[in-house]
C-alpha cells in the first residue's frame, strides 16, 4: 500500500510563506508525477503544483511566481513552497501521487490534507 503524509500547513499572514511537504511511502515503483491540490469551502478541487518524473512542472496562473515545486526522488518526497500568500489561497491542501504500472497506466493516490489559512 501507498501513503502519503503531508506536514507544514497552519495559519500565516497575507504576504507571508509555507512550505508544504508529502513524504510517500510503501511500494511506489516508479513515479510518473506528484504535486499538490487545493480545495476551499464550496469550491472545486484544483490544482496548483504538478511536478513529473522528469522534474518538469506547471502551474495554474493565480499561483505563478509565488508557489514553487520540487521533488526529492532519493525521499519521494514532495515540496511546495508558497510565497506571497493571499486570503484566498486558504484551503485544504493535499497531495497527489501518480505512479506507472507495468501495463503503462497511472494510479493515483491522495494524502488527507493539510489546511493553509491566510488571514488578511
Known amino acids: 500500500q501507498v501513503q502519503l503524509v503531508e506536514s507544514g500547513g497552519g495559519l500565516v499572514q497575507a504576504g507571508g510563506s509555507l512550505n508544504l511537504s508529502c513524504a510517500a511511502s510503501?511500494?511506489?515503483?516508479?513515479?510518473?508525477?506528484m504535486g499538490w491540490y487545493r480545495q476551499a469551502p464550496g469550491k472545486q478541487r484544483e490544482s496548483v503544483a504538478t511536478?513529473?518524473?522528469?522534474?518538469?512542472?506547471n502551474y495554474p496562473d493565480s499561483v505563478k511566481g509565488r508557489f514553487t515545486v520540487s521533488i526529492n526522488d532519493a525521499k519521494n518526497t514532495v515540496y511546495l513552497q508558497m510565497d506571497s500568500l493571499k486570503p484566498e489561497d486558504t484551503a485544504v491542501y493535499y497531495c497527489?501521487?501518480?505512479?506507472?504500472?507495468?501495463?503503462?497506466?497511472?494510479?493515483?493516490?491522495w494524502g488527507r490534507g493539510t489546511q493553509v489559512t491566510v488571514s488578511s
Open positions: 497527489n501521487l501518480i505512479v506507472w504500472t507495468t501495463r503503462g497506466t497511472g494510479v493515483e493516490y
Open positions: 511536478i513529473t518524473g522528469g522534474g518538469i512542472t
Open positions: 510503501g511500494s511506489i515503483g516508479s513515479i510518473r508525477s
